[in-house]
């Protein structure tokens, strides 16, 4: 079975650039959650999706915004990108709907870099 | 803000059991207990989680105290590949799914 599959693993892009990260969840699974982890901050919740809607979002600035599609994979996007936005993204994955107690699957991440 | 105390780092034996305790004191009655962990330029991976009972699962097992006021997460056997940062986080039931991550232990197994 397939786990969770972020793409592309690294990345390097200019300050004011936008970019556009994927994320593929496990098959069957309806729920996609965005992690930002950094030295400074640690891991920090972003968003999550489920069935293409957005359900809970986190403190970050409009720059950050996502979507899920209908076969429940998500992307993330960064507009206007900042040294700061420099990170690893994750994406984790779940079967049930949010709000139900049960764990998440994460991805390997992808890795941005701001120059 | 993370509401749990977690010791920054730890250190154990190969082999030996690995005990990470957290504090969690402002708890509620309706709050989880979680644990993840992530080893080195991995994403985190659930371990486990509960609420008030003691649970157990074949990575690990979670021993909650009566007041829930805090717990302690115990790898029976540790090997190499369980060196990495652990999560305690604590979450309320049917929330809209985030998890809020605080620092972490560092566990590091020895030879």
């Known amino acids: 079975k397939a786990g969770v599959t972020q793409t592309p693993r690294y990345l390097i892009k200019t300050r004011g650039q936008q970019v556009t990260l994927s994320c593929s969840p496990i098959?069957?699974?309806?729920?996609v959650s965005w992690y930002q982890q950094t030295p400074g901050q640690g891991l920090q919740f972003l968003f999550e999706?489920?069935?293409?809607?957005?359900?809970n979002k986190g403190n970050f600035p409009g720059r950050f915004s996502g979507r899920q599609f209908s076969n429940s994979r998500s992307e993330m996007n960064v507009s206007t990108l900042e040294l700061g936005d420099s990170a690893l993204y994750l994406c984790a994955s779940s079967y049930h709907r949010p709000g139900l107690n049960y764990g998440y699957t994460f991805g390997s991440g992808t890795r941005l870099t701001v120059v | 803000d993370a509401k749990t105390t977690q010791p920054t780092s730890m250190d154990c034996a190969e082999g030996r059991a690995a005990n990470l305790p957290c504090n969690h004191s402002t708890i509620s009655g309706n709050e989880y207990v979680y644990w993840y962990r992530q080893i080195h330029s991995q994403g985190p991976q659930y371990i486990i989680h509960?609420?008030?009972n003691n649970e157990t699962n074949e990575m690990a097992s979670l021993i909650i105290t009566e007041d829930r006021k805090s717990s302690t997460l115990i790898l029976p056997h540790a090997t190499l590949r369980d060196t990495a940062v652990y999560y305690c986080?604590?979450?309320?039931?049917?929330?809209?799914?985030?998890?809020?991550f605080g620092k972490g232990t560092k566990l590091s197994v020895k030879p």
């Open positions: 509960g609420l008030k």
């Open positions: 098959s069957g699974h309806r729920s």
């Open positions: 986080i604590v979450r309320v039931g049917g929330s809209q799914g985030n998890l809020i």
């Open positions: 999706y489920f069935s293409e809607t957005q359900r």
